[in-house]
């Protein structure tokens, strides 16, 4: 298994899409950065000037911490994308270049290479997260210095004392992890029905876009099912930034997350184990 796993990680580093998407999330991020640098000061007198009225705000409000606030939310909508450009060409992509059948030819399980290549999906995920926590978070502060942060809600106003915030960051980043790792779920198990890579990635975004769409939409048809969308729940690390944080609501997201994850595996592994690789 630890050989498998070494291979399927080769494969995805060796493919000049794999850093497209890290080059993709630099770029991003150094624009937003940029606009931050020359005019973020008028955003930001934009953004409080009802608040201004009610309150005498001081201090360094323009810091890495409400920048990094800034890209996440910018970010996290683009990054399932790049996650699939990587795991929806797990299975199908083996199909495409005909080394599917050759891969099972030898004393492989089917079950072990779905499981490799969805742990190599994980890690990727996971070196995609951790470089936008750096070229985010960490040069933001250094850009932008340090300070309370301000989080403005539509209906809300939240201020975050600059010692309690670098942890609700981590904990962030762990959970957009678990939110890409249900997204990869997905692309691998589209990735299991495809023989290009192709399509796996187009439905990938296809089914997120319209989940989304029903998860934002204030009708009572999709209020319902709402709750139950894996869509609803993959912003909920914007709880962490709530005072106070309500954890029964992340709680929550979280094993719904993880049931869809489990879930789209499963059903992998239930597919590709009586998949027809001769036709």
Do not use: C
Not at 60 to 80: A, K, R
């Amino acid at each position: 298994m630890i050989q498998l796993l070494r291979i399927e990680l080769y494969k995805i580093f060796r493919r000049p899409r794999t850093y497209i998407s890290f080059g993709i999330v630099t770029a991003i991020t150094f624009v937003i950065q940029l606009a931050m640098l020359s005019d973020g000061n008028s955003f930001v007198n934009f953004a409080l000037q009802g608040v201004n009225e009610q309150f005498d705000i001081r201090g360094n409000i323009l810091n890495g911490y409400l920048i990094t606030y800034i890209i996440l939310q910018s970010l996290l909508i683009h990054i399932p994308l790049l996650v699939a450009l990587v795991a929806g060409d797990s299975l199908a992509g083996e199909a495409n270049s005909g080394t599917l059948r050759l891969l099972l030819t030898k004393p492989i399980s089917r079950l072990k290479l779905v499981m490799a290549k969805f742990i190599s999906s994980f890690i990727y995920t996971v070196l995609l997260i951790m470089w936008l926590a750096g070229v985010a978070l960490v040069l933001s502060l250094v850009l932008f210095g340090k300070g309370d942060m301000i989080n403005l809600k539509s209906d809300a106003f939240v201020m975050i004392l600059q010692d309690d915030i670098m942890w609700r960051y981590g904990a962030a980043f762990l959970f957009a992890v678990l939110a890409m790792t249900t997204i990869a779920a997905l692309s691998i198990l589209l990735s299991a029905f495809a023989d290009n890579a192709i399509g796996p990635v187009i439905s990938t975004m296809g089914v997120v876009v319209v989940l989304t769409i029903m998860s934002n939409l204030e009708l009572p048809i999709f209020n319902v099912i709402k709750p139950y969308l894996f869509t609803t729940h993959i912003i909920g690390w914007k709880g962490f930034f709530d005072d106070p944080v309500p954890y029964a609501a992340i709680t929550r997201s979280v094993i719904i997350l993880v049931v869809y994850t489990v879930a789209f595996l499963g059903t992998t592994v239930l597919y590709f184990n009586k998949k027809d690789i001769k036709s």
